[in-house]
């Protein structure tokens, strides 16, 4: 069964449990317990007839087996059992089920749960399972109850772009401040991996050290802790935080390499209690000695946080972030100015819409490199590769994909980034320059759009408007031929 087909079947099952009342949030909780301890079983078995060490192993007495066996109250009872037992458990383990509950009440409902998880074979699948179900659940959700999925994941095409051109080395520590479901984190630990035989301190670092994720949305980092184990990635010495937020305090270490999607949305927000009674929102900033300038903006205040998180003089981050980063004033320009002076600002990509489940959403990704105090600036050129302009593209039928990032790639020139050319698609743009743009603006673009081009081409407004009047006039006329003849009759 393809991915597809699989993400309508736990759909199926969800609508089923909605008309019990248990919600879309719940659903999606319980099918990440149950599906992480089925994928736990099957990468056990398969660990076994490898003969490797694998993931940390499940104690048998709370292992998928053991669900299968029973039914009805006995079911409920040891589920709730393994959570609790679980949840205690240190690392990954911990972190996936710390604090969970069964909101499956129906004992009848939690068993065709597990047998239609157990019916499939989840891990020899050739995709993220996880993932797919997941995304596949968020953006039919969405579809349901016409609210928009928000931005919860990065397209994986460029999630591995981005750690191409990165190219973290093994030995470094990478971190995501707004990990997901540890999309950046995987792929960096993937690409690390295949860097050619590793001494028995290298293979521990990566696996229990090199990673550092933390997420404000307890459920979401929750599924990154279970991708994780389920890669064989992590051990105690592993960070994924979840119900954390990033912004809140200083990074507590310095890391070489950021990789990151902070949320979108501008504002920052805490729920405050009035005298009334009433709950309400009220903008939310954080006094923090290492940021250059208070706001309320979470964008920008990420940005802030990304360069406080790097070691000086050695780390890098690249960094989605919306267009209102290039050109916002007020606190925006002040840190652009800043970012330009206190590290290497020397990449911009500039994403095409389409491409994130929030519609419409314009953004980029930055690319800069924190370096030690200097009078002078470190930015000297940003280069900008448009991939944006005359590209369009939709999460299902023209979806972005490898291919559509491959001329970046070549063009980034990871080796050596002194060796980069202009092309049609990729321009240099001096630091003086930038910093002469109304605002430090670096909202720059240079290829003719062929939407626009198209609608120059349009006849004036007022030939538009007479030929709109005399479609409508001949319209009535037709329907006026009509009432004519119908009176006759």
Not at 117 to 125: K, N, P, V, Y
Not at 169 to 197: E, S
Not at 240 to 245: A, S
Not at 379 to 394: G, V
């Amino acid at each position: 069964m393809n991915a597809q087909a699989l993400v309508q079947k736990v759909w199926n099952f969800a609508t089923v449990l909605r008309d019990d009342g248990v919600s879309y949030g719940d659903y999606v909780e319980q099918l990440t317990y149950l599906l992480f301890l089925k994928m736990a079983q099957e990468r056990e078995g398969l660990d076994e007839a490898l003969g490797r060490k694998g993931m940390e192993r499940i104690p048998k007495i709370l292992a998928w087996p053991s669900l299968l066996r029973l039914d009805g109250d006995d079911l409920e009872n040891h589920y709730r059992k393994i959570l609790i037992e679980l949840g205690r458990k240190p690392g990954l383990l911990g972190t996936i089920f710390r604090k969970a509950q069964n909101k499956l009440q129906d004992p009848a409902k939690l068993k065709r749960l597990v047998m239609l998880i157990d019916a499939e074979t989840w891990s020899g699948l050739d995709v993220d399972v996880k993932g797919e179900i997941y995304e596949g659940l968020l953006e039919r959700n969405a579809r349901d109850v016409k609210s928009g999925a928000g931005q919860y994941f990065t397209p994986r095409p460029l999630i591995k772009a981005v750690v191409e051109v990165m190219n973290p080395d093994r030995g470094m520590v990478v971190a995501d401040p707004a990990c997901g479901t540890g999309g950046f984190l995987i792929a960096a630990h993937d690409h690390m991996a295949a860097q050619g035989p590793m001494t028995p301190d290298q293979a521990r670092h990566l696996k229990e050290k090199a990673l550092k994720g933390a997420d404000i949305t307890t459920e979401v980092a929750r599924l990154c802790a279970m991708n994780m184990h389920l890669h064989g990635i992590g051990g105690e010495d592993s960070l994924i935080e979840g119900g954390r937020d990033s912004l809140a305090s200083p990074p507590s270490e310095l890391v070489d390499m950021v990789l990151t999607n902070p949320p979108f949305g501008k504002k920052s927000s805490i729920t405050v209690v009035g005298e009334d009674g009433k709950a309400g929102k009220e903008s939310q900033t954080y006094e923090r000695n290492d940021f250059w300038t208070t706001t309320s903006n979470k964008q920008l205040n990420f940005l802030q946080h990304v360069r406080s998180m790097l070691k000086p003089g050695s780390g890098r981050a690249a960094v989605v972030v919306p267009d209102n980063v290039l050109f916002e004033g007020g606190a925006g320009e002040t840190i652009r100015r800043k970012l330009l002076h206190e590290c290497d600002v020397h990449t911009l990509l500039r994403l095409p819409t389409g491409i994130f489940y929030a519609q419409g959403v314009k953004a980029n990704v930055l690319f800069f490199d924190r370096k030690p105090g200097a009078a002078k600036p470190w930015t000297e050129k940003l280069w900008i590769y448009d991939l944006r302009t005359n590209f369009h593209f939709t999460l299902k039928e023209n979806p972005l994909g490898t291919d559509h990032l491959k001329d970046f790639i070549a063009c980034y020139k990871a080796k050596d980034r002194r060796k980069r050319k202009e092309t049609d698609r990729f321009r240099v743009f001096d630091r003086d320059a930038l910093l002469a743009r109304d605002k430090a603006n670096l909202d720059l673009f240079w290829i003719k759009d062929e939407d626009l081009e198209a609608s120059e081409n349009l006849p004036a407004p007022d030939v538009l408007a007479r030929e709109i009047v005399e479609d409508l006039q001949a319209a009535l006329d037709a329907f006026t031929s009509v009432e004519e003849a119908l009176a006759k009759e």
